[in-house]
C-alpha cells in the first residue's frame, strides 16, 4: 500500500530544499501528476493528497480520465506525450496544457482544430537539446522560426519550452540540459514555463529552473 500524501509531502520537501539552494521560490514549481498506465484511482488520490495538475501521454486516456473527473474541480490537464497531427483533434480543448509542439506542421493542425473549437490552445515548444535521435522536439537552432511560426497562429499561444533529457547516466548529468533549456527560454520566452525533470532528476530541473517536473513513480510506485 503506497502512502500518497506522505510521498507527496516529501516531493515538496524535496523541491523546496532545490528552490532554496538555487534562491527560488518553492511555488514557483508545480508537480504534474502522471499518471499513464497507474491504477484507476490514481487521480482521485492524487486530488485528495492535494495535486491539481494531470499529465497523461495518450490522447483517448486525457478525454476518458478527464470525463470521470468531472467531480473534481480545479484540476488542470496536461498532454505530455508525442502528439501525433491526426490526434491533435482528441488533444485540442481536452488539455489545458500541451507540452511536446515540435514541429509547424503540428501547430497548424492544433491551430485548425482550436479554432473549429472556438479556444485558444496552449502549448509548450518541445527542444531536443541532447540532440537525441531517438527524441522527438526542434533542435535548438530551429527554434526561433518555429516560435515565429506559431506567434503568427492565432489559436495557438506558446507559453514556454519543454525537454526530455537522456534516461541514461546519474541525475547531474542532466544539469546541462536543462540549463540549456533554460538559457533558450530566457532568450525567447522570457518568463515562460520550464516543463522539465522526472522521477530521477527532477531536483536537479528545479535547481536549473523547472516550473513543471512531471512526476509518476515516485509518486505513485510502478506503473501496471
Known amino acids: 500500500m503506497i502512502d500518497l500524501p506522505l510521498r507527496v509531502r516529501d516531493v515538496h520537501d524535496r523541491i523546496a530544499a532545490a528552490a532554496a539552494r538555487a534562491g527560488r521560490a518553492a511555488d514557483a514549481v508545480r508537480i504534474v501528476a502522471v499518471t499513464k498506465r497507474q491504477r484507476d484511482t ?3 488520490e492524487a486530488y ?8 497523461e501521454n495518450y490522447a483517448q486516456e486525457l478525454a476518458r480520465k ?6 473534481m474541480p480545479g484540476l488542470r490537464w496536461h498532454f505530455i506525450g508525442t502528439l501525433q497531427t491526426n490526434k491533435a483533434r482528441a488533444v485540442v480543448g481536452e488539455a489545458d496544457l500541451v507540452h511536446a509542439v515540435d514541429s509547424e506542421k503540428l501547430a497548424r493542425e492544433i491551430d485548425k482544430r482550436a479554432a473549429a473549437a472556438g479556444v485558444v490552445q496552449v502549448v509548450l515548444v518541445a527542444v531536443n537539446v541532447a540532440g537525441e535521435d531517438t527524441k522527438s522536439g526542434v533542435a535548438p537552432g530551429e527554434l526561433p522560426a518555429l516560435l515565429a511560426a506559431i506567434a503568427a497562429l492565432p489559436a495557438v499561444q506558446c507559453r514556454g519550452l519543454m525537454t526530455m533529457p537522456p534516461l541514461a547516466g546519474e541525475p547531474e548529468d542532466n544539469r546541462r540540459h536543462f540549463a540549456a533549456l533554460r538559457a533558450l527560454r530566457d532568450a525567447h520566452v522570457p518568463g515562460g514555463e520550464l516543463s522539465m525533470g522526472t522521477t530521477g532528476d527532477y531536483e536537479v530541473a528545479v535547481e536549473e529552473g523547472a516550473t ?4 509518476g513513480t515516485v509518486l505513485f510506485g510502478a506503473r501496471g
Open 212 to 215: 513543471l517536473v512531471r512526476l
Open 48 to 55: 485528495a493528497a492535494g495535486l491539481r495538475d494531470i499529465g
Open 66 to 71: 478527464r470525463a470521470g473527473a468531472a467531480a
Open 42 to 44: 490514481a487521480i482521485a
